[in-house]
């Protein structure tokens, strides 16, 4: 990953070079839709708490951090192509995922206390291209994109493109996009159920040998059964149309269309059923099943945008959205950000978002489940919660790119701060900085 991200360092720099020295008679009638090379540098700290785990069926730690640099390269292929390449490494420690396996620590298993064993961290890779084509009026915008990512249980490749189309005097925008996502997930199972999986040694596993069953002695998960479809296919499709209404009102609508097939639960996350008698070693409860989810899902979006220039200094920006999908859940979300601009070159950018959902047909908390059910899971992010998110961030412009080191010039400097709260007691907060840069 270090040589990949050497790579586009060094490809941004040939291309600033490329620019200074290119001498192309076009530029003469027409603005080049990206001057010279930008560079984005992203890094972010992000943690979250709560005690409704879908790890232990719903109840248990969610603590969780994530340390999350981003690096962003936009290229000028000449005057109207534009590549950029996108590459981010996320470093996580997780309370919860620790517990996918509450033995191999040290102390006491306990679905409130992180284990110390080797699944408690991990990384994920991503990268993707974006390429963008615009006519020479600027009215007509081609998209491309191809993505990867890379985690510890599943692998993911994507692609999609894009049209946006310009007319009454570029007051008008409508554009259609589309992706398609190819998912493989691999099967990792809560520790104890591993033993029942076919030719396993059920209670005979040294597993049980070597550790007392408190509860119910007699351990039988018979709900359980491995998994064989662990591919997921997503399919994208969005639409949008934006209109100036008048000198200080712009507004925005969009439609997004989710279709999901595959393996759509997640294997490690358990279920404890209320008519059976539980059994546990140490503190955790031994799991009735995994978490059990309809191989399909249909999503759909409904989104307004509205942007209101008050004066150079301050400008309005609501936003609403209705969201609904075949698994029973309804959403609204509405948020107003307020950029104000102090000085010549800062701007503040207070945000205030309110999220509220109905559940999913198939949530119940822990032990809630009964185990006649065909599709169950106690994953509190498809329960009933309303959420509140306050956000301020920080924009210096440094206007004449004056502050540069060799090649690389000074754009802005954006800082971001989020505090998010739910009903369930589930906080996170997240903390961001963005170095963007001209490449002359």
């Known amino acids: 990953m270090k040589k990949y991200l050497i790579f586009i360092f060094l490809l ?9 020295s290119k001498n192309d008679s076009t530029q003469l009638y027409k603005k080049r ?7 984005d540098l992203l890094f972010s700290y992000y943690k979250q708490n709560g005690s409704n785990a879908a790890v232990t069926g719903g109840i248990g730690t969610e603590e969780l951090t994530d340390i999350n640099p981003v690096i962003v390269v936009a290229i000028p292929l000449n005057d109207d192509d534009v590549l950029t390449i996108d590459a981010n490494i996320s470093a996580y420690t997780s309370a919860s995922s620790s517990n996918i396996n509450p033995f191999d620590g040290g102390d006491p298993a306990d679905p409130y206390v992180a284990s110390s064993g080797a699944s408690k961290g991990g990384n994920s890779i991503s990268g993707a291209a974006f390429y963008s084509h615009s006519s020479d009026d600027r009215n007509n915008i081609w998209t491309a994109t191809v993505s990867v990512s890379s985690e510890f249980d599943y692998l993911s490749f994507g692609f999609g493109g894009g049209y946006t189309k310009l007319f009454n005097e570029k007051n008008t925008e409508l554009s259609i996009k589309g992706h398609v996502y190819l998912d493989t997930w691999k099967a990792i199972y809560p520790y104890e159920l591993r033993p029942f999986v076919p030719g ?9 040998k070597q550790n007392t069953i408190t509860g119910n002695p007699n351990y039988d998960p018979v709900n359980f059964h491995v998994i064989h479809q662990l591919g997921r296919n997503s399919y994208s499709l969005g639409f949008g149309f934006s209109q100036i209404l008048s000198k200080r009102l712009q507004a925005l609508l969009s439609l997004d269309l989710i279709l999901q097939n595959g393996l ?10 209320t008519d059976v008698v539980g059994s546990f070693i140490q503190n955790i409860q031994l799991a009735d099943d995994i978490e059990r989810l309809p191989n399909s899902r ?20 609501g936003y609403y959205r209705y969201y609904f999908d075949d698994w029973g859940i309804n959403s609204q979300t509405a948020s107003l950000e ?34 006649t059910e065909t599709y169950y899971t106690s994953d509190y992010d498809l329960s009933k919660f309303s959420a509140n998110q306050y956000g301020l961030g920080l924009t210096y412009t440094d206007i004449f790119t004056r502050f540069h080191i060799s090649i690389f010039h000074l754009k802005s400097i954006d800082l971001n701060f989020l505090y998010y709260k739910r009903n369930t007691g589930f906080t996170s ?12």
């Open 264 to 273: 759509l639960s997640t294997p490690f996350q358990r279920v404890y059923f």
């Open 338 to 371: 307020v950029p104000v601009k102090i000085a010549e070159k800062f701007t503040i950018y207070p945000s205030y978002r309110f999220y509220l959902q109905s559940a999913a047909d198939y949530f119940a908390p822990y032990e809630q489940h009964l185990s």
């Open 429 to 440: 907060g997240l903390a961001a900085v963005d170095f963007k840069f001209l490449v002359e």
């Open 33 to 39: 839709v990206l001057e010279t090379t930008e560079i």
């Open 200 to 208: 396993g040694m059920g209670l005979n596993d040294p597993f049980f």
């Open 12 to 20: 941004a720099v040939v291309s600033g070079f490329a620019q200074k």
């Open 298 to 317: 249909f999503k759909v979006a409904i989104g307004l945008q509205a942007n209101y220039y008050i004066n150079e200094w301050l400008v309005l920006k």
